[in-house]
């Protein structure tokens, strides 16, 4: 049984503090919420550092996909679809994470606590793995674009997080141009511009493939259901790369 199998029946008992916890707590129909129960030691040990990462970084995505879906007060069909296709052909998650997914989802629909609370609770626990931080502006980006635009007020969100993360402005900018615009778009996936020289290319290509590389990855507390999506952005990383070097000649 996976992890969130096992969450979901109940066999793992632990606390999860802050904001993301009450919205487990409401997805699960449980307090896991530190503030409302005590957990003894041997409770909390049944679940790993690791496995605790691993749920906060689902609980987180789907808790900021909600928050993004209601920037405009409302969500709209379209926008619930989008995060549907995500879960479905970006993580193939299963139908017991799917429902999951959703609960977490509408859980934080509700929540009274805003998405700068959630980013900031993702970023306590990430903050010295900025894969995690980038992979979840990725998620952001691409999960708000693809009813083709992001709107004001959807980037007001993720610029909020971009903030939290620490990120630069052009650090931002070079994501997002993987998504709004076709042009430089491989540029764009490894960080780099048209004008970088070949040399920087290079040595940042093989910095992100050191850094992507699905065994790393791997090791940073990266829920499963999230591994084909780390992967998918590691073939992205080496298909731009592959398109840049034919395009400069480079060998």
């Not at 259901?225 to 480079?250: H, L, M, S, W």
């Amino acid at each position: 049984m996976g992890l969130f199998g096992k969450i979901i029946g109940g066999t793992i008992g632990f606390a999860m503090a802050g904001p993301l916890g009450a919205i487990a707590g409401a997805a699960l129909g449980h307090a896991f919420d530190t503030g409302g129960q005590t957990y003894t030691t041997a409770q909390r040990a049944r679940l790993s550092s690791g496995e605790e990462a691993q749920f906060t970084f689902f609980v987180a995505a789907f808790s900021m996909l909600a928050k993004l879906a209601k920037a405009d007060g409302r969500v709209s069909k379209e926008e619930v679809d989008a995060v549907e296709h995500f879960m479905v052909y970006d993580l193939n998650l299963n139908p017991e994470s799917r429902r999951l997914a959703t609960n977490v989802f509408h859980a934080a629909i509700e929540s009274p606590d805003n998405f700068v609370d959630f980013a900031t609770q993702f970023y306590s626990q990430f903050r010295t793995q900025y894969q995690m931080l980038d992979l979840m502006i990725d998620i952001l980006l691409r999960v708000s674009v693809a009813d083709g635009a992001l709107s004001t007020s959807e980037e007001n969100l993720i610029l909020s997080a971009v903030r939290t993360f620490n990120f630069s402005d052009e650090k931002y900018r070079k994501l997002k141009s993987k998504y709004i615009q076709d042009v430089d778009k491989y540029y764009a996936t490894l960080g780099c511009d048209r004008n970088d020289s070949s040399d920087h290319i290079k040595k940042q290509y093989r910095k992100l493939v050191s850094d992507y590389h699905p065994d790393k990855i791997a090791s940073k507390g990266l829920p499963e259901e999230f591994t084909k999506f780390a992967n998918d952005k590691f073939r992205e990383i080496q298909e731009a790369y592959d398109v840049i070097k034919k395009e400069r000649g480079i060998r």
